[in-house]
């Protein structure tokens, strides 16, 4: 499928997709606007927001979708973000949980750095990379009807699932609260993987 030229908006498909969300899924956001438009659209204690370093919001949500194979779980991520560890595809292809959604907002820019322009902005096309990786199931998204029609997709239907989204350059409006140990106790809880100790290991 060929590249979109329509953008979309972050903060507004974050708000879709939060809505849409009825099994207490996993959301496992990247730094910078990811997390904060996903913070914006509501919080919730399924919600994990990565701070600090790039590239970890599919790793972190491939664990958690083998560790809870019945539980969805949906990754956030940015273009910057996924350029820098593309390595991770191809885990994700090879180990294939078939309960992981993927969802690259690609603005063709590190924007939070000072809009420097990424890969993408060019010559690399991140569903094809996907695809090459072995993530058969990756589409562009053409609109907003599109987005929430692949994300209604049930687990039966296989692998995991990877959306990329040709997005504008609209940063997120709030920030994310910068408490990892909060954001750690909170999301454990949220899965169900804590007692809720203040600050249990
Ligand atoms: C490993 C690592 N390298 C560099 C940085 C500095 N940095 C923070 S955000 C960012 C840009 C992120 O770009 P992208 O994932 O596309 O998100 P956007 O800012 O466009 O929303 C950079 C380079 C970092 N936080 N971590």
């Not at 590190?110 to 589409?139: E, F, L, M, P, R």
Request: glycine share 12%; proline share 5%; charged share 20%.
């Amino acid at each position: 499928m060929t590249m979109p030229t329509q953008r979309l908006n972050r903060a507004d498909l974050s708000k879709r997709l939060v809505a849409k969300l009825k099994h207490d899924e996993a959301v496992v956001a990247g730094i910078g606007n990811t997390n904060w438009d996903l913070y914006g659209a509501g919080h919730r204690p399924q919600n994990f927001y990565m701070l600090g370093s790039m590239g970890l919001a599919c790793p972190i949500a491939m664990g958690v979708a083998l560790a809870q194979p019945e539980r969805g779980v949906i990754a956030l991520e940015g273009d910057g973000s996924i350029l820098m560890s593309l390595g991770c595809l191809a885990t994700i292809g090879k180990v294939a949980p078939r309960n992981l959604t993927i969802v690259i907002w690609d603005n063709g820019i590190y924007q939070i750095t000072g809009k420097q322009a990424t890969a993408t902005a060019g010559t690399t096309d991140i569903v094809a990379v996907a695809k090459g990786a072995g993530i058969a199931n990756s589409h562009w998204v053409r609109d907003e009807d599109h987005f929430e029609k692949l994300m209604d997709r049930r687990f039966d239907e296989g692998g995991p699932m990877l959306l990329a989204v040709k997005i504008d350059d609209k940063p997120g409006p709030v920030q994310t609260p910068r408490d990892p140990s909060l954001i750690r106790i909170r999301f454990m809880q949220g899965l169900g993987t804590s007692r809720g100790g203040a600050l249990d290991a």
